[in-house]
């Protein structure tokens, strides 16, 4: 499989690339067409939140449950939990398959934004952040997190027991997705952010090390699981690992909203799309998917 | 199986219940036999040592990995581990089998110690407590903790690439340990000791509970693990689990040194010994897995 499909990186649709656009310009029928995209990817979202709060009650004890709960869904989202769902069916996979995985990366998501926002005396509040609001003490918010992060993955080693699961590829999304929220992932890119490591890279090179490790590596990690949950083949994981880490790059920087990144974007957008040019799939899907570099979408989540 | 062995309930060893015995009080044969039961505990601890010192290189990042390595050996040991191990051999299984395990407990203890001891702005150190030493700012050791729990996780998936694996119950293990380490066990404990949850139970009966939450049933797990990993029959976990949980609230509660607590840490070690009474195993691992209840053992932990 994995041939370069000539049609799909060429075609006149709202994913074709053009690296001399200004981002967000758009013309009437990619406006039509990223309205349906947002639409699927808030779709998935919609789902995931469905799974999320009927995994997640408020039951005894309240005091840990309730924060545990606000904290859980008061994270923005990232679209690495939707890439994971899509990313499976992508591969043929029922998208149901993916849902325990999406809810556990939106869980690490969500611990890790939780602690990184926690006022700690030796941490100068990020400039570039809005001021957090904050609906408990650090207190309660340094433990809820750290309930949140096994409770992830108690949900993944739980979900064996549905009769349609397989063990070994359960195993081996919560190898994923250990890796790329801890401390060769997520937690590196924090330690980045926070300036606390004595790194040397500065500046725009600096922007790009910690979007690579938050926001790519868990797209990746996102990516991959959807595919490894699908039953895709090893060449599709790989590809759809490799679309994760540049989508969520993209996805990370335009965050930033730099005016100097917007040609290192571009070449990471034209990146992820010519990872899946090579993927031998729907056209109709691999559009969808693809959508997940797109300014609109990007916007829509940050 | 599980037959009461009356022979090991009532044998004239170190293990023999007196529940009118002061505690520490000891005999020249006692002190022989403790001496044995403290270098079998210490060989296991031994053992673990020497896998989480491979397992966690200070690697690059090294601003990452070397507190992680520190805060690691940093923490006070906590028996759970070593009752893992001990669990495994009890049920007939190769110890090696539960390595893995044991070392991840380990790993979800100090995460939990790590993060308890942050001096955050709304937390009052714990009168009980001697001050911590902090080689590392808050900012560090929040983060780092927060590396801690998804490595020990993603250690105990990544032992299913073993030839002697059972990826069931390797799953079975993570459910356990991230159960035991999360918003229903340690974190509930912490919730209570810290007393951040406005909860209505104080004095004994909350040293009791966090003793419950904490020790006792980080120490279940622990057992339970062990027997899991070591192929052992459902009511030998059973009876493993519900040793390891009095055998762990002995442990925590011996460690408040209140003098008021004697008679409920004998009932326990009551318990503790009864459970194993019923267990159908070689008398010399009984002995020396019922030793964790003993009092030398106990302060050699605390």
């Known amino acids: 499989m ?18 001399k656009s200004k981002l967000g310009r758009s013309s009437a029928p990619t406006v039509v067409a990223a309205a349906q995209n947002q639409s ?9 939140d469905t799974y999320l709060k009927k995994a997640l009650p408020i039951r005894p004890p309240e005091s840990v449950f309730e924060p545990m709960h606000h904290l859980t869904f008061a994270a923005p989202r990232t679209t ?8 499976c069916e992508l591969v043929g996979g029922d998208p149901s398959l993916a849902m325990v995985a999406a809810s556990a990366i939106h869980l690490m ?8 926002h926690l006022p700690l005396t030796d941490r100068p509040r990020p400039k570039s952040e809005p001021t ?60 980045k952010e926070l300036g606390i490591d004595g790194s040397e890279i500065t500046g725009l090179e600096l922007i790009e090390y910690v ?4 926001e790519g590596e868990l797209h990746a990690c996102g990516a991959a699981c959807g595919a490894i949950l699908g039953g895709g083949a090893e060449d599709e994981i790989e590809i759809l690992r490799n679309f994760g880490l540049y989508a969520g790059m993209v996805q990370g920087m335009t965050a930033k909203e730099n005016p100097m990144m917007e040609a290192k974007i571009e070449r990471l957008k034209e ?3 010519k990872e899946l040019g090579s993927f031998d799939g729907k056209k109709a899907r691999l559009e969808l998917i693809s959508s997940l570099v797109e300014p609109s979408l990007c916007a829509a989540y940050t």
């Open 271 to 273: 990146m992820a799309l």
């Open 132 to 191: 957090v609001q904050h609906k408990y003490g650090p207190n309660i918010e340094l433990l809820t997190g750290d309930g949140i992060i096994p409770f992830g993955l108690e949900l993944l080693a739980r979900s064996v027991d549905s009769a349609r699961s397989n063990p070994t590829r359960i195993l081996r999304v919560i190898m994923e997705i250990t890796r790329a929220s801890g401390s060769q992932g997520v937690v590196d890119g924090q330690y």
């Open 40 to 48: 699927y990817w808030a779709s998935i979202d919609a789902e995931i």
């Open 80 to 87: 690495a939990s939707a890439l994971c769902v899509a990313a």
């Open 2 to 19: 994995a041939t370069h499909l000539s049609h799909f990186s060429n075609a006149k649709t709202n994913f074709s690339i053009n690296t």
């Open 109 to 116: 998501h969500a611990a890790a934004y939780t602690h990184q």
């Open 211 to 214: 979007c690579k490790k938050k």
